[in-house]
């Protein structure tokens, strides 16, 4: 059973847009939810995170957005660079047990930046 | 800081043989968790080592374990090998707690890509 579903599987935004990746999740438990950028040959790298007591968080050109009582929450990334094309994954994580419940990661995003 | 390293990079085996590969976390990081990447199932936990115990495992058959060593670096083994075993496997290490909270950002390195014929 997939615990974390994520959408679009692919997209294909241009140069200076908005690149909107969505999940949700099933699990109650989960309270902590990392996006992860991985590119080709290379391992999963985070992006960015947030715990469910806040509803947005931002890091330079990533926001993460956190709907609690909708149980999902979205990557945006602005002004898209063509660097920023690779494929990108969702995941949660419940912390209760002190994280040793390891990532449910969402199936992935192969996002592309056309310049 | 050196990031995670896993070794070897590549390998090729065929059915039922048995291989192990080895993940070196980052210095100071004493939790190390190991996941399978195919392209059908993507990302799936396997197993998470903390202070040289098992601490949780994902949904995998007895033919996947792991250990720890005392410096925190550790190992997979994936006994009598399958076709379906052929994945990218990762290693993520993370601190566990600092001062008292958990840390919970992982880092992956760069994985071991398997190919079972």
């Known amino acids: 059973q997939q615990q974390v579903k994520q959408s679009p599987q692919s997209l294909i935004v241009q140069k200076g847009g908005i690149s909107i990746i969505n999940c949700a999740y099933e699990n109650t438990a989960f309270d902590y939810f990392p996006w992860y950028q991985q590119f080709p040959g290379k391992g999963p790298a985070l992006l960015i995170a947030i715990r469910p007591d806040v509803s947005e968080k931002k890091e330079g050109r990533f926001t993460i957005s956190f709907n609690k009582s909708a149980k999902q929450f979205s990557l945006h990334i602005m002004d898209s660079q063509p660097g920023d094309s690779a494929t990108y994954f969702c995941?949660?994580?419940?912390?209760?047990?002190?994280?040793?419940?390891?990532?449910?990661f969402g199936k992935g995003t192969h996002l592309i930046i056309q310049p | 800081k050196a990031g995670v390293t896993q070794t070897p990079r590549y390998l090729i085996k065929t059915r039922g043989q048995q291989v192990t590969l080895s993940c070196s976390p980052i210095s100071g990081h004493r939790s190390v968790s190991w996941y399978q990447q195919t392209p059908g199932q993507g990302l799936q936990f396997l197993f998470e080592?903390?202070?040289?115990?098992?601490?949780n495992k994902g949904n995998f058959p007895g033919r996947f374990s792991g250990r720890q060593f005392s410096n925190s670096r550790s190992e997979m083994n994936v006994s009598t090998l399958e076709l379906g075993d052929s994945a990218l496997y990762l290693c993520?290490?993370?601190?566990?707690?600092?001062?008292?909270?958990?840390?919970?950002?992982?880092?992956f390195g760069p994985g071991t890509r398997l190919l079972v014929l």
């Open positions: 993520a290490s993370r601190i566990g707690r600092l001062a008292g909270a958990i840390q919970e950002t992982q880092y």
């Open positions: 995941a949660a994580t419940g912390l209760l047990g002190g994280g040793a419940d390891g990532l449910t």
């Open positions: 080592y903390f202070s040289e115990t098992q601490r």
